[in-house]
């Protein structure tokens, strides 16, 4: 039918070049959207129009979509989406409706594999998330009290992540879709960390900044709206997430609930000024993150002090639990300073291109951290904007936000027809293990990070700005 008409092809191009939603899809999508306009024409008289018709038709209400969705969501409770999250060391699945209602929510944590091997291991992570997977999107439906045939779409993560764990979420999104007859919307991860401040925060409008802090990214980004953004800064070696994991593991700390959240409890015992640190890229006038140094600076702290992270926190004497404690502190003020420094920078940049730009997402599991809301609250009320952060369940990874970014793109027709029934388990799927989000701003390029070489996939951004121009283009 792509073939057929184009137009339709275009205006409903989601992210993904090799595939095209059915006119099926396409009417049943937009039918879901004609609340604002009044009811479209049945699907059969739709099948029966002139191409010129038929096209017209779809336009105006991708149009209208766009326009709604960019700033205020359309309120429509019959809307209702299973987002499935496995990027890395979470298998989470939720079931949310386009009114925001979360209608339930399931985790499955790898906190035991976590401890065992000090980190995510990405074979014991992809074998972890098949064995739960099954029970967690089972769990999910019946804590919503419904079925798949309840369900309006499925969305999941496909990047960016582990390749491993990622291909486990996209095989059962698409097993339950190809059964069950209903689309797929694959999101970025990140993109949907940004996006569940809308969820939380109705009235948050673009353009607005973000600040995603996990354990395997730091992203600054303006959002100028639904799948645009600029990327201002981001990570060129290590993500403040895993230097607090690392630090958490050579301190010898319970990492069951993972680094953060450790070093950050044991900080708040210890004297932040003790240890000398030096805040990392000072040097540097850009807004990009580097914290490989300073995990090598407190490694090296570390062996001075002779700590012997053999010997669990819980068992140190006294004197050894005070100098880990002053080294989690120092650690985490330096760690944050470095947050700090780029976000001031990011504000500056963000107001220039956007100066309607007034409040700041916080989010990423990092953003749970208490320490870390508290210094950048303060950075944004000197700089006149707020501060907004999803709460603590909804910063870390989880199905929610899959599942709201899902409705958001539903909503303006960026989604995928169903697969087929009986697709094989070594099927091609489409997985983005390397996918940047925006394009990087010109005065934030980093000399230190090629993106050419890091670069797998056309950023989300540059994939929709080319739909539309393909768009525009066919419509004249």
Not at 243 to 266: H, I
């Amino acid at each position: 039918m792509a073939t057929i008409f184009p137009n339709l092809s275009s205006a409903i191009f989601r992210v993904n070049p090799f595939y095209r939603p059915s006119l099926y899809l396409t009417i049943r999508g937009f039918n879901k959207l004609g609340a604002q306009q009044g009811p479209l024409r049945p699907a059969r008289s739709i099948l029966r129009a002139s191409f010129k018709s038929l096209s017209a038709q779809l336009s105006s209400n991708f149009n209208l979509a766009m326009a709604q969705t960019q700033n205020q969501l359309i309120p429509d409770k019959s809307l209702v989406v299973l987002g499935i999250e496995t990027s890395c060391d979470d298998t989470a699945a939720a079931v949310v409706n386009s009114n925001g209602e979360i209608l339930s929510q399931v985790i499955s944590s790898q906190a035991e594999l976590l401890a065992k091997y000090g980190g995510v291991a990405p074979k014991m992570a992809e074998e972890a998330h098949a064995q739960a997977i099954d029970q967690v999107v089972q769990d999910a439906l019946d804590k919503a009290k419904l079925t798949e045939k309840d369900l309006t779409a499925v969305a999941v993560t496909i990047g960016p992540g582990l390749s491993l764990c990622l291909r486990v979420g996209v095989q059962k999104a698409r097993r339950i879709a190809g059964a069950h007859s209903l689309p797929i919307v694959g999101v970025h991860h990140m993109e949907a960390h940004t996006l569940v401040a809308r969820l939380v925060e109705r009235k948050l409008q673009f353009p607005f900044m973000a600040l995603l802090v996990s354990g395997g990214h730091n992203l600054l980004i303006l959002a100028r709206g639904l799948g645009d953004c600029i990327q201002l800064g981001t990570t060129i070696d290590d993500a403040i997430g895993e230097a607090y994991d690392k630090t958490a593991k050579w301190l010898g700390l319970d990492l069951r609930k993972s680094g953060g959240p450790a070093v950050e409890k044991l900080a708040l015992e210890g004297d932040a000024e003790s240890v000398k640190f030096n805040v990392p890229m000072k040097q540097h006038k850009d807004c990009n993150f580097s914290y490989a140094g300073l995990k090598t600076q407190v490694r090296l702290a570390i062996e001075a002090k002779n700590i012997n992270a053999g010997i669990s926190i819980s068992s140190a004497s006294s004197e050894d639990r005070k100098a880990r404690a002053d080294i989690a502190a120092s650690f985490q003020r330096v760690a944050v300073l470095h947050l700090e420094d780029k976000c001031k920078r990011a504000i500056e940049w963000a107001l220039k291109i956007e100066p309607s730009v007034n409040h700041l997402v916080v989010s990423g599991g990092v953003a749970s951290n208490q320490y870390v809301r508290a210094r950048l609250n303060e950075v944004v009320k000197k700089n006149g904007l707020q501060l907004v952060c999803p709460p603590p369940s909804l910063c870390t990874d989880n199905g929610v936000m899959v599942a709201w970014t899902g409705i958001e793109h539903f909503l303006v027709g960026r989604f995928d027809p169903p697969p087929p029934p009986d697709e094989p388990e070594d099927a091609l799927v489409d997985l983005r293990p390397r996918w940047p989000l925006g394009e990087e701003y010109a005065e934030g390029k980093s000399e230190a990070r090629s993106l050419k070489t890091a670069r797998v996939h056309p950023s989300l951004t540059s994939l929709i700005q080319a739909s539309r121009k393909q768009q525009s283009e066919s419509a004249v």
